[in-house]
């Protein structure tokens, strides 16, 4: 059997690029008007995948928790050459903070069995947090490296991958399984054509029952079955697993298998401050230069 | 539970037996919460040989520090830190736990909030003390941490509870909490601990390891220049430096500047950058979101510059200039060379 290799990516809202549609007459950001995007350093981890599948030949599992639309990552992923990719998708896991999500996470892990290397960006832009990764190596009892620049060396037994610290760099070796956290230090490579032509077929069980408008349980649908193993069998399905199909305990996933609750959450209003307006003028910034060295803040 | 009245804890983070600035910040914010909370405040550090370089803890507040000293604490790796900090936590039951948001506080909180089953809360920008009522649990939660972070997109702020058995932990960056000024007559308590380490926990080996002290310290700069996405260009990053060394300060960055490639990352101001409150505080092409605000709005002056008069970067601004810094910079220059 080929070696495995796991990317976890995940779609992100666009929190970089909020535009005047996305906010709220009161000032707030409207979430669903942003775009979602492939998380950023989720591209660089799974560039990373593909060189390592290119270099030692390892098969690269892509998987992402997320409702029914986070497909649109993993299709993304097959478009740039991930061989297999995994939805992982249930009501019940809404609302998980870090650590009931890593859990959610680590239950795919242990479904797919025998994977190698587990690799994920450092961190989302939408909560910054860079949590996830090194929970999830705890929670597979796995060793971590984290901020990944490159990875020296794969064999049989153990990774040797140079990776950022404060002010420098540091090489280091582990024991297989262990997770790798990668940081921007890569150039993702786009999506292939012919990969695009393939993939673009591919679907979850939730998006075929949506072509052919019917709920996800279409066992008494013997066409929807056939088409089913038709992709099954063209590589072009993409799995959805639920909470059951993982295994997972339900105490420990969604707002129940989380410790943080959020007491509140308050918008910002920006008060008018009492700023002095300069013009741009050459008098005006002489005067703001004069004023700024009289009262020593300058010079 | 917090019944049990365990102490704040602060890892403190040491590197060749320098502690780390932002440990001392915490154990000054740590004292605060102690002493509302009727507790003590203890540190833990990990490493070997630090005889003689953990007094300064105590001169900023701490009653007892725990030092912890093994060969295969130093240099850090994560899982020897990890299991040696679940082991002390298991035994002590602090009621909270602050780390600093660097490179390895990341990298170790977590690990150690997986295993002991606690929330954690990346970057908090503020920590109070106060109840929570869990309506749709129906709870009352006595005397909790209160854990302020910045959130999505940044125009909200959003105060996070763990619920669940202590420790609270948090992690925060480096400039947030402000240091107080040392007693040096203080004294406290040195708990010495040898750890038992696993052998799996010594599985991984550094092979090399280079590091220099940071390009910049920020927190340091009396003025500070810093430039944005308007700057436009790499190239164009220039102008902010030439303001700097007309001005004889340091430049900064926002993230989006540091993102587009043309300044790197130990320039970045903000949430997750540095905090700064320089006398000056000059934001060019910048537009103010919250998570830059947070690293620079406690600056003594602040000028901005910007092209669009409703950038939320004049509302915390004691000077605006709406113009284009392209224009306004060299004046900027030329008017200081002219004075001084
Ligand atoms: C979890 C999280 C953490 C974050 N942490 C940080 C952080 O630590 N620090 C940080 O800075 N950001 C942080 N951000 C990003 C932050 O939300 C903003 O995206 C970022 O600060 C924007 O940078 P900017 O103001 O340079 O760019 P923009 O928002 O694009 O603003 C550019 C400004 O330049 C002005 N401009 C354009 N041309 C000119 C010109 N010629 N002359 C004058 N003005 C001009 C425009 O009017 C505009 O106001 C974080 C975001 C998230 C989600």
Redesign the pocket.
């Known amino acids: 059997m080929k070696r495995q290799l796991m990317v976890f990516v995940k779609q992100v809202p666009d ?2 690029n ?1 535009s005047g549609e996305a906010m709220t007459p009161e000032g707030t950001v409207n979430r669903s008007a942003l775009p979602a995007i492939f998380n950023p350093e989720d591209l660089n981890a799974l560039e990373l995948g593909l060189q390592l599948k290119e270099r030692y030949g390892f098969k690269v599992l892509v998987a992402t928790m997320g409702p029914p639309n986070a497909a649109e990552v993993l299709r993304e992923s097959l478009y740039r050459g991930a061989d297999e990719a995994i939805l992982i998708t249930d009501r019940s896991f809404a609302g998980a903070d870090t650590l009931a999500t890593s859990y959610a996470l680590s239950c795919c892990v242990k479904s797919v069995k025998n994977i190698d290397l587990i690799l994920c960006g450092r961190q989302a ?4 947090t860079a949590q996830v990764g090194p929970q999830l190596a705890e929670k597979l009892n796995i060793p971590q490296i984290c901020y990944i620049e490159e990875v020296i060396d794969v064999n049989d037994k153990t990774v040797k991958a140079r990776r950022s610290i404060e002010g420098g760099y540091e090489i280091l070796e582990t024991p297989l399984p262990t997770l790798l956290t990668v940081i921007d230090s890569n150039e993702p490579r786009p999506p292939s054509a012919r990969n695009v032509m393939k993939y673009k077929k591919a679907k979850t069980r939730s998006e075929l029952a949506k072509v052919h408008g019917r709920g996800t349980d279409y066992t008494d649908a013997s066409d929807l079955l056939e088409e089913e193993s038709k992709l099954r069998s063209k590589n072009l399905w993409i799995h959805e697993w639920d909470a059951s199909k993982l295994s997972a305990d339900i105490e420990r996933i969604g707002l129940k298998g989380s410790p943080t609750k959020v007491k509140k959450i308050e918008s910002v209003v920006l008060t008018a401050g009492k700023v002095v307006s300069v013009p741009p003028t050459e008098e005006g910034i002489n005067a703001l230069i004069r004023e700024l060295i009289e009262d020593h803040t300058l010079g | 539970m917090s019944e049990k009245n365990g102490n704040v804890w602060v890892f403190i983070e040491q590197e060749g037996g320098k502690i780390a600035e932002v440990s001392l910040e915490l154990v000054c914010k740590g004292t605060e919460l102690a002493k509302k909370l009727g507790i003590k405040t203890e540190a833990v550090i990990l490493g070997n040989n630090l005889d003689g370089k953990i007094e300064t803890l105590f001169h900023y507040g701490c009653d007892t520090v725990y030092q912890v000293e093994d060969k295969a604490l130093e240099p850090f790796t994560v899982l020897p830190y990890a299991e040696t900090l679940v082991k002390m936590l298991m035994e002590h039951r602090p009621n909270i736990l602050l780390f600093g948001a660097t490179l390895k506080g990341r990298e170790l909180a977590p690990r150690v909030a997986s295993t002991m089953l606690a929330g954690l809360t990346a ?1 908090c920008t503020d920590l109070q003390i106060d109840d929570f009522e869990d309506k749709i649990a129906k709870k009352m939660y006595k005397n909790k941490l209160m854990q302020i972070r ?5 125009n909200i702020i959003a105060t996070i509870v763990n619920t669940w058995e202590d420790p609270q932990m948090v992690t925060v960056r480096e400039g947030v909490m402000k240091l107080s000024t040392p007693d040096t007559s203080k004294k406290g308590e040195i708990v010495k601990i040898k750890p038992e380490l696993s052998a799996e926990s010594k599985v991984m080996h550094v092979i090399e390891r280079v590091s220099a002290e940071k390009a910049v310290d920020l927190k340091k700069a009396q003025v500070i220049i810093a ?6 260009t790499k190239e164009n990053f220039k102008l902010i430096r030439q303001l700097a060394n007309a001005l004889g300060g340091e430049i900064a ?6 993102d587009a490639g043309w300044i790197n990352h130990d320039y ?6 540095v905090t700064v409150r320089p006398k000056l505080y000059i ?10 605000r ?2 620079m709005d406690q600056s003594s002056k602040i000028i901005a ?4 008069p409703e ?1 939320p ?1 004049f509302s915390v601004a004691h000077y605006g200039i709406v ?4 224009d ?1 910079i060299p004046r900027m220059i030329k008017a200081f060379k002219a004075k001084a």
Do not use: E, M, W
């Not at chain 2, 960055?253 to 540091?258: K, L, Y």
């Open positions: 929190t970089k909020i832009i939408d909560g910054d | 970057d910045p959130a999505f997109g940044g430039g944005g996405y308007g700057v436009g960055a926002s993230r989006a500047a540091v970045q101001v903000g949430q997750t950058g934001a060019c092409g910048i537009s103010g979101s919250i998570q830059h947070a690293g510059i910007n092209t669009d950038a970067i113009g284009n810094l392209n306004v």
